[in-house]
């Protein structure tokens, strides 16, 4: 068991850091886009980042990147997360990441061609448009409703899909649709890979959200009548969701790494506050319950990196992760929000104001206690892993002491 | 980056678990002492462990012990801790481990074959005593009153101590004595090695306390012109205090992968109980509100597991790792309790009686949050780390934000 | 609205916490029994109780009480209950209470004579066998497995009961029974009259249990063809479970009025010792942690009081109260248990020792979490009745909101 | 005691129910501004108010109200708040509010007529000129830097002023300045009333804030060389912290009642949405996380809801409610911030939309565990008042278990 970071790691990510600090902090004034930062800004930020050599850094170096495994993911993008703008600048921003490391693996040659280069180069978004509408598939997939039906020549695809993140202004979307009867283990759903001028791709409202800093924010979609040709399918037909898994369980991770990044700035705009402020005699950071605050912050970082660590760990060395990927979302997700939350009561009336970014965080931050994979779906995934785990254990728990005289065992 | 286990280490901790299930739990029964396990029971376990090839694991080889570093002890203690009893059967547990780990470290040749020798072999007990009662010192070191005065031939000790563990039926003390007019940085008081025969120490009263697992209780403990010779001191002198931190670091941290186990086994007897009790038509292992108390837990268990591997590997490694001792501390000794407290819970009825080990466990686990420094004086330590770091910053967190104008930031 | 107290019941409230600081606190040191303090010390106890003219405030004045509504009684049992025996003292501890209670309010004139009379007195216990081993009735009153068969002359009732609170010395005890083929709406289960000498009525093993004061413990009982005759029927064949709730109303909220004044005597506790210690060169009450828990603990305790408050004056206007029971159960229960475990941390090692109480009451007080009904199982009613009146709610919550344009919402 | 709310109450209740649900819901599509909704749908809603008869409802019948005490006031005040919009439609919103009930205690006939006419009868706004930019006074009055300083002919007022809430388009401000070397004991600072075409009287920067219900916004203000006449002064010179304390009990507890209609709206619309919608297979308000989170809204809404009639009753009765009215406002604060939380994590994407109010009330509620002094201010004032309540203890509380022999206390 070894925590040491690569020395090239931690060069890179002392780089993300500097170039956060000097690049896009400075820019953050001029982030005033209802939905995400507008396109001139988002271009000078991927310019810089692509000039200081620390564009895609997820992406293998064949594509332009720096070909880093999640574990060195892990130490570069809670860098660039310390700026909402940072992962944009360095263009490892959800959903483009996620759909990157996915199609990196399955794309066939003509699809990464066509669609992974443009997407890894910053000159195309995309869009997962897996979600639907009550009563489609939320956190649910046997409720899927959008259907692809063969028909010559292709498939058709019809259903409605909302909360679809970067689907306004996205070049291409990946669509998530019911190719089978059943949804069953992973099978019964196929992706396809739709190119946003398909005429049957209609983006409609963008649906004003809590959190805003995605470009093209969260959009409805209706696919009517919408017309694939066969090579629109991404990896094989029917295994939809088990790819969905593949891409879910690092995307929520590298989720957490970057919200990790928000956190860690929002805590450290908390003690720059607190070091610098009287009230009561006494510097606010020499007060009990202010140091409790502080305290708690530091300790919810530090068990949410380490978690993030081992997760990528597993991830890396392709062991089953499933538990560990939900533990690690549900602890981040929830700790990250109480980071900001103290951050925000330790700097007061200034902390509610739009004179720091904690405001904007605050909001920013809550979706994530939501978004893939609400904490209650994946408390019930993680209780039913547990219950399940023990059914198979060699020994029960209490075998001794239940069969042990009541006297004497606390007598 | 790499979490993963030697297989030797996997091995020796599947070897504990075997040895607890089988030897350890059906002894529990038999544990029914107010102050630790009567010394028959006590002694036949350790006769077991040693015939098991595990005893004192966390001992070099040459004073027949397993050579485990901390990384090691972490697999090994958190099994060997699913009992109360399993580290007394391997001789690992407090304050006897942590006495056996400093001493190691700095006794003088004679020291260590007169006293390191037998309390590896289990021959003899030993005890710490550094805490007193108010005013002396009790969190806070520079209050100590406790005084060694230097005389012909050596020192007299003079001073009270109390919950001193383990000080009834100890063979010898490790003692913290003032040498100094001043306790600062570390400097200014002393060990002392001192027989349990020494007439001039004196154990008193036995406290009745909420935890009752340590052989010998809590004692008060009277030093009365308690006169030992120069080679009593252990290390230097004046830096009492230097090596405390010495072994206070590992010593808390083996605490934490001791509880850990506690918390494992309880939350698996909560799990087992789950899995087969019917209410309102459901299992209770299938109703939302259990499912949410068992993935809380196991959430607790692993941020607590990776947090000591993590603070593991920096001591191993001879890094400063007293923020992350610190952290590590509170977190666990906070999720730990919350993991038995919601075992119980689970249980309901049968949780609060002693037909489960549960009650016990709940006492027992719950003076964790105040031995070992107290969550409170972890929180200000790392709170005033975490302060410090940040003066030291190269740039402040909130440069750019703060000179924005206001219009836009949220709008 | 009125919150002010009668001045007769604050002059009562203070001749009852006069008493208990005299004459109760004092006998605590002699309280060593593993079931209760022992019958010596308790007679001697309410012999002081009665001449003090403060027995059995709960009952009518016809039978020896002070005839207190529950509001009254609010005021007075919290003082009772600031120590364990104060409720024994005064013979308004449970299960006694809640039996005298419901008798008072349907046993027939010779049940009256023969039962409630020598309770009231406190010459006889008494106890309430209703809870069942698994997989009979705990929380759910459908699964009753104890049955009562009319036979010649009377009934046979078979079944096993635990956790029957004093049925070790009781001399009579209150059986619920099931007499019809379902248990419906209140209906199918009948309560019995049973006296301890009975050969059908067979106590057996007394459970260990995380508390320890109620006289008797916790048994364990079997009905082995236990024969009553008509007579023994308590109110009206089949209506069991409609008294059980006439009973457990206020039976819960006598509790909860009794644990607030246990967890009041432990923030006293607490307070009196962090503003007599100094640590880190001030006083513990002058440091902002213990501060915090200090309020926090504060506010438990306010917040606990004004519950109960409200739920007597429903009961007592014989308004419907049982959401209102079930909320100020799970508040109370779980508050009280926050205060002593703060008291606990705050006193430090002095708070887990036998030197103060806390230690005790730490362990009383959990078990409240759990019987008279567990938090989830009230958490889960007052669900269903939140959501059942929502249901029938004249407008729904969100109306023109959700029929807003998104733009402009947060704009 | 008696919680019976008088039936005109409990009528008047009802109808501003309906007014609300009626009238302000409805409008709540068009409040699009960033500093409170435009005058035009503010004007329109005041006199919806008017007509409907429920305007003013805090102020005297003299003045056009209806002269309901703050009991009644609580009733009346968390149905307005069911809409950010209701307590504005019937002109009882902060800082209005209270401004009209402290300046009807202390304002001269002529101040009267001038000032607090106009501001019952909607025709101007007002605000409290108080809290001031670091160093000067935050939540501790000592630091007050705003000086007034005795000229020929009245005074001169100079300093600065932040987070004045409704300064933008207010009619006068009632300012806090130093007239005394020390600010003790309430004495050394006097409240003047400014009106807002005062040269010296100058608004600035609108900050962008957290929450944006208020008209005007939260406004930073320059006092240069204010000059106004001695009949400027209310009340008495040299009390202003004395009626501040006068004007912030009662504000501080409208408030809660406020926020504690907004909390009690999000959880019905959690409610809705938890019985409607489906999901792995049962309704959500079927599932048990579900229910738990609707508990513990429920129990959270009716704690604060007690708390605040119990406040409400003691300020009605002129008893001394310093203590009552800072626990009050932590818990209500902190368990609305709950409510609103749970409820958007119920509602899952859809609470993080605007297609629901919740993440503007998200934002809205959040402020005011900061306002109107910290939960940590409070904490501190409430912890400082239960350490001096026990000093003046009649007796110890743990007496007699400390003389005890530890023997036997849990033995």
Redesign the interface.
Known sequence: ?????PPEISALAARVRAFV?EVV?????RD?G?HGPDPGLRAELQAAGAAAGLFVPHVSEELGGLGLDL?GQSAVFEEAGTSLLGPLALNCAAPDEGNMAMLEKIASPAQRERYLKPLAAGAARSCFAM?EP??GA???PS?LRTTARPVDGGWVIDGRK??ITGAEGAGFAIVMARTGEQITRGRGATMFLVDADNPGWQVG???????RVAPGG?AEVALEACFVAPDAILGEEGLGYQYAQVRLAPARLTHCMRWLGVAR?A???A??H??G????GSRL?D??????M???S??DL??SR??I??T???LD?GADAQ??SS?TK??VAEAVNRVVDRA??IC??L???????L??F??EI??F???DG???T???S???R??KA??T???????????????????
């Not at 068991?1 to 970071?5: A, E, L, P």
């Open positions: 068991m070894d925590f040491s970071q600090d902090i400075p820019a953050e004034a005033h209802a574990r979600t009550a009563p939320g956190s649910d409720m909302w909360f409202r963008v649906v004003d959200c809590i959190d969260h700035r805590h450290e705009i003690i720059d607190a070091a402020r009287e009230g009561f950071a007060l009990g319950m202010i140091q409790q502080i305290a708690d530091a300790i530090q068990t380490v978690m660590w081992h990528a760990w597993l060395s538990k560990a533990m549900v602890h925000m009561q007061g009336s902390g509610t104001s739009g004179d720091t970014p405001a904007r605050y909001n809550r979706a206690r939501i978004y609400a904490s209650e994946h408390r019930w993680i209780a039913r547990e219950v023990r059914a254990a060699p020994t029960p728990a209490a075998p001794a002491a239940q069969a042990a005289p009541a006297a004497g065992v606390r007598g």
